[in-house]
């Protein structure tokens, strides 16, 4: 097997050849059937050998603090490499798993992975007793990360400076600030739906059911966006991939993430669970990720969440995700948006901005029957 370049050669191939020998001697010695190798059992040696390297060096930059804290987040995890390492050996372990016609099984995480030949279940049982010990080292990862918090970032309070936050609108290219979006003429709030990257499937469901919702949101005069730590090109391409007609704003500089600590986790995207769930999809042919977009500012361990703020830039509510595809749904969202007595008048005023607002078109006209306004992946 070939190792990553970035991580070096293993050193632990010997050790898992000498493991699998003494297996198969005493397999011999209580009478069992020896057979050949199976795919299934070279792929979970495989996955085994890729973990054990890189643990290993994860704990000694970790823990010798070798690197400082920033250093070791933006060299293993900033840009998916982890993720982009580990996943294509499960995916070649479950691709061989469904390949493999089964008697016995062991079940890891919740997810089986079937094996017939004792090489199987031994290198099954090896797989999940070094899972354990990943997940354990990514939890202590995630609870070094809050120490990457900037100092200037402080809870906005009560009242959010909405004059210092820019975002980009990705469909007109243009630099907004907070408090351009919170004026008066597009709505008494603002809702603002922070997903994690261009492609996030659980992030696309959620925007789905607010669209499904929305006439419901505009009779509060509820202006709705969507925000995202990325560019404007990328959010621009997502928009078009999905036709989602809400705005979409880039937050390239990270300031809005920052100030409400959204906060990221990379054992919640890499603990072996999460693994197993996703390789799963991917060997059946399935794709994980919907209207995905390859953006570079994307923070893959971004948490997501939902803030609304009211037209003086006052913090209403505010959701942040514990985990992947935890989201408010839109009775909750519609639960703590306060009732308001609504002019005539000033509603004609806010549908004619948000048809301004959103170049024509006007976010909230989906039916009831389905969604029209978006044609989602």
């Given at each position: ?316 509510y505010v959701f942040k995700s514990a985990g992947l595809d935890e989201r408010p749904t839109a009775d909750e969202l519609l639960r ?42």
């Amino acid at each position: 097997m070939k190792a990553i370049e970035d991580y070096g050669t293993s050193s632990t191939q010997l050790d898992d050849d000498e493991d699998a020998l003494r297996n198969r001697e005493n397999h011999m010695t209580q009478g069992l059937t020896i057979e050949r190798q199976t795919n299934l059992e070279l792929a979970i040696l495989a996955t085994i050998n890729e973990i054990r390297v890189l643990k290993s060096v994860l704990e000694n930059d970790l823990q010798n603090k070798i690197i400082d804290l920033s250093t070791f987040y933006q060299k293993h995890f900033k840009h998916n490499q982890v993720d982009n390492i580990l996943m294509p050996f499960y995916v070649n372990m479950h691709s061989a798993a469904l390949s493999e016609a089964s008697e016995n099984s062991i079940s890891i995480d919740q997810v089986t992975i079937k094996g017939k030949t004792a090489g199987e279940i031994d290198a099954l049982k090896t797989l999940q007793s070094l899972e354990e010990q990943w997940n354990k080292l990514l939890l202590q990862v995630d609870e070094s990360l809050p120490e990457l918090a900037e100092e200037e970032e402080k809870d906005p309070g009560e009242y959010l400076d909405a004059e210092k936050i820019s975002l980009i609108d990705c469909e007109r290219n243009q630099s907004v600030t907070l408090d351009d979006l919170l004026s008066p003429k597009y709505g008494r709030f603002t809702l603002f739906v922070l997903i994690r990257f261009f492609g996030c499937s659980v992030c696309l469901d959620h925007v789905r059911e607010l669209v499904t919702r929305a006439d419901e949101f505009e009779a509060k005069l509820v202006n709705i966006v969507i925000v995202c730590k990325g560019r404007r090109e990328g959010g621009a391409k997502w928009k078009q991939l999905t036709g989602v007609t809400f705005p979409v704003l880039a937050d390239e500089t990270g300031a809005f993430v920052r100030c409400f600590h959204f906060g990221v986790s990379v054992w919640k995207m890499n603990n072996s669970k999460e693994f197993h769930a996703r390789a799963m999809v991917r060997a059946s042919g399935d794709d994980e990720f919907k209207a995905f977009v390859d953006d570079e500012l994307h923070e893959f361990y971004q948490l997501g969440g939902n803030v609304v703020l009211d037209t003086k830039g006052k913090v209403i509510y505010v959701f942040k995700s514990a985990g992947l595809d935890e989201r408010p749904t839109a009775d909750e969202l519609l639960r703590n948006i306060p009732k308001v007595e609504i002019d005539p008048f000033v509603r004609q005023r806010v549908e004619e901005d948000k048809i301004e607002l959103n170049g024509g078109v006007m976010p909230q006209t989906a039916e009831k029957s389905g969604c029209s306004s978006c044609t989602v992946l």
